[in-house]
């Protein structure tokens, strides 16, 4: 151990200057007795909800001023750039409204990530993703409410695999895509990171954000970018076509095996959960 004053030796060890919070049971029956859980319940509704609203609307918004054949203009509109950016910003500005009461989820990956990784219980996992599809319905059947002529007219922002691509290549875009979003969470809100860059204010919502925009730019080509099944089943139930629901279960796929494999990577090779499961397993057996 080096002496006060003395710089530590490449290869050694200090004490932690963080604490990982403990894992989250399996079942905790004791948190749907709590207040807390059911306002964590109705932000993620809300924040669903308006996610869809306010992106959707975009998508259809889009459509509508490039359709030459309506009054459009072929380069008209905020563009497919104008669109990452509506999903990247409302990501960023609802995790930021919602992050202290919920986590600000807003995503069934994400949670299937968390879940994984055991940052929140089964009940807690499971009803975060029955709120955030309800308040993607509900988000999508504001925009067909408000603005059916259109809706039904430009698709409904449902996700599609784009003509000319394989299901394989569409399949591998949503696992590549969620893995870089559930990836970033996972940074963004490491406490080891909090605790070793605590000297440089890191705002988490902001990297998020940023990498819902970047995923975006590069999918929306290949199949409109899902990444947030409950995006994806939300648009698909409202538009209720046959072509919304043709390959669905890619929406689902991708996005859970993407979350899988983040939270293996970071919870498991980046802060080394293999390594200490190894050595304690080690250490058990030579006694």
Not at 52 to 74: C, F, H, M, P, R
Not at 162 to 172: A, H, P, Q, R
Request: aromatic share 12%; glycine share 12%; proline share 5%.
């Amino acid at each position: 151990m080096a002496k006060e004053g003395e710089v530590p030796e490449h290869g050694s060890f200090s004490a932690k200057d963080y604490h990982d919070p403990p894992p989250a049971p399996l079942f905790d029956a004791v948190e749907v007795c709590k207040w807390s859980f059911y306002r964590a319940l109705i932000a993620e509704f809300i924040a669903t909800m308006l996610f869809l609203y306010v992106t959707v609307l975009t998508v259809i918004g889009y459509k509508s001023q490039i359709d030459v054949d309506n009054g459009g203009e072929a380069c008209g509109g905020v563009g497919l750039l104008g669109v990452a950016w509506a999903f990247g910003g409302m990501i960023f500005i609802l995790v930021y409204c919602t992050a202290g009461i919920s986590g600000g989820h807003i995503n069934p990956a994400v949670t299937f990530g968390l879940f994984l990784a055991r940052k929140v219980s089964m009940v807690r996992a499971v009803s975060y993703m029955v709120a955030q599809c309800l308040g993607a319905i509900c988000g999508v059947a504001l925009v067909k409410a408000f603005n059916k002529a259109h809706y039904l007219r430009y698709g409904g922002g449902a996700n599609t695999l784009s003509v000319g691509y394989s299901t394989g290549v569409g399949l591998g875009a949503e696992i590549i895509g969620t893995f870089v979003l559930v990836y970033t969470v996972f940074s963004a809100t490491d406490p080891k990171r909090n605790a070793r860059d605590s000297y440089v204010p890191v705002l988490a919502p902001l990297p998020i954000g940023f990498a819902v925009f970047m995923v975006h730019l590069a999918t929306i080509p290949i199949t409109g970018t899902g990444i947030n099944p409950a995006r994806s089943l939300g648009a698909a139930l409202i538009y209720d076509k046959k072509e919304a629901w043709d390959d669905q279960w890619l929406f689902w796929a991708g996005p859970f095996i993407g979350a899988a494999i983040a939270a293996f990577y970071h919870q498991y090779i980046l802060r080394a959960g293999v390594a200490k499961a190894l050595g304690s397993f080690r250490s058990h057996h030579n006694v």
